[in-house]
């Protein structure tokens, strides 16, 4: 996957790459955590958007995900 800049198309290079891992059966470049710690990060964004304030604990529920059982 190219990535030329923050706008470009991110959307469909995303999903473009995520159809041909299905396709091709490799192993996908980013994991089910990856994402939960992403929306993590987004929601907080939005958050402390809402708040005008910065959100407290961001990086504890980042790390959580990660400590998950697996």
């Not at 469909?12 to 994402?35: K, N």
């Not at 987004?42 to 958007?49: K, L, P, V």
């Amino acid at each position: 996957m190219k990535w030329s800049y923050w706008g470009d198309h991110v959307v469909e290079g995303i999903i473009v790459e995520f159809v041909q891992t299905l396709r091709s059966g490799r192993a996908s470049p980013m994991s089910g955590e990856d994402g939960m710690k992403a929306a993590a990060v987004a929601i907080a964004a939005y958050e402390s958007s809402k708040q005008k304030m910065p959100i407290v604990g961001v990086n504890e529920l980042i790390c959580c995900c990660s400590e998950r059982p697996k």
